[in-house]
């Protein structure tokens, strides 16, 4: 997968005054959008699209110190206005394309690389499994995404839960893990910022399809599970499981991730203070 990114990487730079659509690299790369775009996101900090307009801007500055006009350059890099590539390269630079001609300003953003890193030779434990469809049931809102402390929306969301509501899901329960599960979905474009919402819904799962309007029910199909386990300090060693998953183990193996909700589910220590086994459930394929 690193070689396959670096190929991507040499792909923008040959094209990088073209309209270069999220869609057509990720074909070039021979991966599903959805998986290039997770692994680039934990692998580089940047969405996609984010790092492409940086490198646009970028040579754009390095035009415009070598004497091309603000036209030129703005509509080289695929602006359609003078306006809408001022507005773009100031919010980037601090500075208007003009006072890179008259008073040399300068902002770079070099080309990225990625390598092969070993981080602590700590090799992740995992299993595979394959898992018939089935039906995500709970209660679910839009909350802010934070990768890092506990999510105080998220906890709002598990004591708004009714005991009516409770009852249900315990009821409908019939399919392994036999826990209360977290599950996220349709984050906002900005992943990896930190900006925007996305869908939390915190349930169980069911092969029932019946399902009352207390709760919400998520369908999901029929594929193959990567599963996480690990042990230790809540929520610290959960999301750096997660932040590994993406940037260290998916890279490195033969599958890739698909559309659908990961999910995972937390036993915390009765012993311990803030100390807890999870699972991380992550959907893949083959690739």
Request: proline residues 4%.
């Amino acid at each position: 997968m690193l070689r396959e990114l670096n190929h991507v990487i040499d792909y923008i730079e040959e094209h990088l005054t073209e309209e270069l659509s999220l869609e057509i690299i990720s074909e070039y790369v021979g991966v599903s959008d959805y998986h290039f775009r997770k692994i680039f996101f934990y692998l580089s900090g940047l969405t996609l699209s984010e790092y492409i307009k940086n490198r646009k801007l970028s040579e754009a500055n390095k035009d415009l110190l070598q004497g091309e006009t603000v036209t030129e350059v703005a509509f080289k890099y695929g602006y359609q206005s003078m306006d809408g590539f001022t507005r773009a390269f100031k919010k980037w630079s601090g500075f208007l394309p003009s006072d890179v001609i008259k008073k040399g300003l300068s902002k770079s953003f070099p080309k990225l690389s990625f390598v092969i890193s070993v981080k602590g030779g700590t090799a992740m434990e995992f299993r595979i499994e394959d898992k018939p469809a089935f039906n995500l049931v709970g209660v679910s809102k839009r909350v802010p995404m934070q990768f890092e402390g506990v999510n105080k929306e998220i906890v709002k969301l598990a004591q708004s839960i009714t005991a009516e509501q409770r009852e249900e899901m315990h009821a409908l329960q019939n399919i392994e893990p036999y826990e209360i599960i977290n599950a996220s979905y349709d984050a906002d474009a900005d992943f990896l910022k930190e900006e925007g919402d996305l869908t939390h819904l915190i349930g169980i799962l069911t092969t029932e399809n019946q399902v009352s309007d207390l709760l919400e029910k998520v369908p999901v199909e029929a594929c193959t599970w990567a599963i996480f386990p690990n042990e230790g300090p809540f929520p610290s060693m959960l999301q750096d499981t997660m932040a590994k998953i993406y940037s260290e183990w998916l890279p490195s193996s033969n599958y890739e991730v698909i559309k659908a909700p990961a999910f995972s589910f937390t036993k915390m220590n009765q012993h311990k203070k803030d100390y807890a086994y999870s699972e991380v459930w992550i959907p893949v394929r083959k690739n």
